[in-house]
């Protein structure tokens, strides 16, 4: 057995434990995520994460650390899609807290939720990881296509203003009412409710839907963009390992990450710039590993230790500027504070 694959079986195992662990023993009865649990939770996957990069880091490579082995440069690009997929997972969060709030489910509720979300979205991005490896490996043009929506998204995240989202309007949701009874006034525990002999969807299950069709759409950004950073320039392939592990342990750190960031995702004001230059930043490094050859330009291809870097100072940047310049909150013109009421003079004796 080859070090790839017991990788991809210490992978497994610490996928499966962890979720067996979190619904049969953590979680077993809803409850309200404390700042506290969020925070270790958080910092556990992260740790999680970086020792499974070392591993790898420490394995033999094959080829030069080509895509069919391991070792420094592998590990290099597993790292580097990890944080692409961190950075882009928190862009995320904000469309959680607009759906939770937007069908008023509770905070005790919230965990089961994102679990079974996770859960889902876990088997969606393997079906779509592993055919966007076969894909890129037999068709090497559809790197221009994927290239070129990075470019697009991370344009025009650059440009567009902040929209409210509104999930109750949601054409998804929509469309769902339309096929399955809903009971909009009932918001959990259940995904489903039996009344008068009849199964009803709750609230809960609308979320659930919502979380996944979420997922989906930020895929389409999220697995070109971690692809970019995975592919051999040399035999223009992506090992699925690097690519699904990234993807994976973000995601399962995604939950803990909303509850320990609910209350501060504001104050993040330039993370949405910083990842548009991200997304612009790996779209075009994807197309410059075929170059366009009609305007006379070569391939070229940028060290993985070059675009890590490149990453994690935009990222750097944007949080410090965040943080150095905050928000001002300005009261409607409207609004006049009123002085306070005097007390009345006691007449004099």
């Known amino acids: 057995m080859d070090a790839h694959t017991v990788m991809w079986i210490v992978f497994g195992v610490i996928i499966a434990t962890v979720l067996a662990l979190d ?5 077993k009865k809803p409850h309200a ?42 590990a290099q690009r597993y790292l580097a899609g990890y944080v692409i997929e961190l950075a882009l997972s928190v862009d995320n969060l904000f469309v959680f807290a607009v759906i939770f709030a937007a069908l ?14 996770v859960f889902g979205a876990l088997v969606l991005r393997a079906l779509f990881i592993f055919a966007g490896v076969e894909l890129i490996a037999r068709f090497h043009w559809l790197m221009y296509i994927f290239g070129g929506i990075l470019v697009f998204t991370g344009i025009k995240l650059l440009f567009q203003g902040d929209k409210e989202l509104d999930p109750k309007k949601s054409l998804v949701i929509r469309a769902a009412s339309r096929v399955l009874p809903v009971k909009p006034e009932i918001g959990g525990p259940s ?24 997922d989906v759409v930020f895929a389409i950004d999220s697995i070109p963009a971690v692809l970019t950073v995975a592919i ?15 993807n994976a342990f973000a995601i399962m750190g995604l939950r803990s990450l909303y509850f320990a960031l609910a209350g501060i995702m504001a ?21 410059g590993m ?22 994690g100072g935009v990222l750097a940047v944007t949080i410090v500027l965040s943080l150095a310049i905050r928000k001002k909150v300005e009261l409607p013109a409207e609004i006049k504070v009123e002085p ?3 007390p009345a003079e006691k007449p004099a004796a």
């Open 23 to 27: 619904l049969f023993v953590l979680h």
């Open 33 to 74: 995520v404390s700042l506290r649990e969020a925070m270790l939770w958080s910092g556990a996957w992260i740790t999680i994460a970086l020792i499974y990069g070392g591993v790898v880091w420490l394995l033999p490579a094959e080829s030069g650390g080509s895509a069919s082995g391991l070792g420094p440069v592998v």
């Open 104 to 117: 008023g489910i509770k905070r005790e509720y919230q965990h089961k939720l994102l679990f079974w979300g």
């Open 191 to 214: 995904f489903w409710v039996k009344i008068d002999g009849r199964w009803y969807a709750t609230m809960l299950f609308v979320g659930l839907i919502l979380v996944e069709f979420t």
């Open 232 to 246: 051999d320039p040399e035999t223009k392939k992506a090992d699925p390992l690097v690519v699904y592990a990234s």
């Open 267 to 287: 104050a993040f004001r330039f993370l949405k710039y910083g990842l548009a230059v991200i997304l612009t930043f790996v779209g075009i490094k994807m197309i």
């Open 290 to 311: 075929l170059g366009i050859p009609p305007a006379g330009i070569e391939p070229f291809k940028v060290p993985i230790h070059w675009s890590l870097a490149f990453i």
């Open 340 to 342: 306070l009421p005097q």
